[in-house]
């Protein structure tokens, strides 16, 4: 069902929006705020109902809401330019000045990098105790519009790197704070952020007492269709914000596996080949000649053919329907430059039939060390099964691998398409208002993850009908999103004095 996540918001208020905000009826100013989560559980919801609400709220005992306002430094915190120098060890020597480069340009970059760093920091914040399955790096620019296999393009989490069960308030914050740095960028007065925040974590809040009053099967069906929220926006937007939210769809429908062909590749020697771009793309013929091209590309194609394993019969044979052609070596994202990511090419029935995969280590968690361990021994495996758990559709090609390295070193990887009908959010276009809806949006969609795997009914008891929690996460993510400030300067002064190298940008 698609309208569990599709309710239109309420006109655009012409008013400047409020430090204080308030969320109790819902994220869009109008809906009910499930007061029932307070008391002994909903008519005939039956005894269980009751005492998973009644977990919920106990948990209020040993984390208060409002205690998720504190954050301070602890005593012992660690310096974070050695957090992020730990994680480049093991990452490809010579693209890690590029990592640096790319965390330095603006505190928001830094953040997207940063996610180890917050990880440890959250380790000391209050813990609900009621567990979720992570997304672990749940900033705004990993919610983005994707293709679904049925090919209706939805809006849904991206990234799942740093996927692991743990307390869902974590994400939250992290989120929080994503919009709170976009707005500092952006100029947004303190009361605009706050106000951002404040109503996103309300969303966020809302949407949980919905799923919480749903069947468990009307919470694994629920997603955010663009195709039927367009229509709903259009009313509440306006003219000019409605023509770039068209403009947004029709960029990520043309964002498709041709598209990504015709710039990617070149015809060499009359065989379709990787074009090369370096850093960010390198042919394999260009990293190695002679027997190491050929041991390099043999590598890489038993990955592929292995990996299919992984995959369900139908899309097995799918995949087998497609010959290898050409490998390259790519460079994505800001936290992910460093790590072994290549692209693989395919062509089925001729030239006009390609298919591109891409093929991602997969690190240990920035997790792992503050939660419980993976119950996947797979890294590949645990950011896969991460995924088909906390998406509402999932790319068809998504599987795992292990294999031996080159190197000596055994290695995790996980696949999927590299590009299909994929948009990402320009928040630095975006004004309060516009921010605000982008917020409301992207909770629903973390809602309605956390609701996959977690008790929905414990966390919106937990979080009651109020704004205790929505006012306490607003204020953590201003006092993050300084200590954010402070730790970019950090890396910043780090490659001033040359204790770490960065690439000339």
């Not at 996540?5 to 012409?14: D, E, F, K, N």
């Not at 005593?75 to 010579?94: F, G, H, N, T, Y």
């Not at 290898?324 to 070596?329: G, N």
């Not at 290695?411 to 299909?420: K, P, T």
């Amino acid at each position: 069902m698609t309208t569990a996540v599709t309710a239109p918001p309420a006109r655009r208020s012409r008013r400047r929006p409020t430090a204080g905000g308030s969320d109790r009826t819902g994220p869009h100013g109008t809906g009910p705020d499930h007061a029932w989560l307070d008391d002994a559980g909903p008519d005939g919801a039956g005894p269980d109902a009751a005492r998973r609400a009644a977990r919920g709220r106990a948990a209020r005992a040993s984390a208060p809401r409002r205690a998720h306002a504190q954050y301070a430094a602890a005593p012992d915190r660690a310096d974070p330019v050695e957090v992020i120098d730990r994680q480049s060890r093991c990452r490809l020597a010579e693209l890690v000045p590029l990592r640096y480069q790319r965390m330095t340009e603006s505190p928001f970059r830094f953040y997207r990098g940063a996610a180890a760093i917050m990880a440890s920091d959250l380790a000391t914040t209050p813990n609900s105790g009621l567990t979720v399955q992570l997304c672990g790096d749940a900033h705004l620019l990993n919610f983005r519009l994707l293709a679904s296999p049925e090919r209706r393009l939805v809006f849904d989490i991206n990234d799942f790197d740093e996927t692991l069960p743990g307390p869902w308030e974590w994400d939250v914050k992290r989120f929080a704070t994503s919009l709170v740095i976009a707005g500092r960028a952006n100029g947004f007065g303190s009361s605009e952020r706050r106000e951002i925040a404040t109503v996103a974590v309300g969303a966020y809040r809302y949407w949980m007492h919905r799923f919480a009053a749903m069947t468990n099967l009307d919470v694994w069906y629920a997603h955010v269709d663009v195709e039927e929220l367009a229509p709903r926006l259009a009313d509440v937007l306006g003219k000019r914000a409605s023509r770039r939210v068209s403009q947004a769809t029709s960029r990520a429908r043309s964002r498709d596996r041709l598209r990504a062909f015709a710039k990617l590749t070149e015809v060499v020697n009359g065989e379709r080949r990787f074009a090369a771009d370096p850093p960010l793309l390198v042919p394999i013929n260009d990293l190695h000649t002679g027997r190491d091209r050929d041991l390099l590309m043999r590598w890489l194609s038993s990955i592929v053919e292995e990996y299919s394993a992984t995959l369900s019969t139908d899309r097995r044979s799918l995949l087998a329907r497609y010959r290898l052609v050409d490998f390259a070596r790519k460079v994505v994202g800001v936290g992910s430059v460093g790590t072994r990511c290549w692209v693989a090419l395919l062509l089925g029935r001729d030239d006009a039939d390609p298919l591109l995969l891409q093929i991602k280590e997969a690190e240990t968690s920035v997790l792992a060390d503050h939660l419980p361990g993976s119950a996947y021994g797979n890294q590949g495996e645990r950011v896969v099964a991460g995924q088909r758990l906390m998406q509402a559709a999932s790319d068809i090609f998504l599987g795992w691998q292990r294999v031996d390295g080159l190197d000596g070193h055994k290695r995790d990887f996980y696949v999927r398409q590299l590009q299909d009908w994929k948009g990402i959010a320009e928040p630095e276009r975006m004004d309060p208002d516009g921010l605000a809806l982008f917020g409301r949006l992207c909770a629903a969609t973390l809602a309605r993850a956390h609701a996959r795997s977690g008790d929905s009914l414990a966390i919106a008891a937990y979080l009651g009908g109020g704004s205790a929690f929505t006012q306490a996460t607003a204020a953590f993510a201003e006092a993050y999103a300084d200590q954010n400030e402070a730790d970019h300067a950090a890396l910043v002064e780090a490659v001033r004095t040359g204790r770490v190298i960065a690439a000339a940008p």
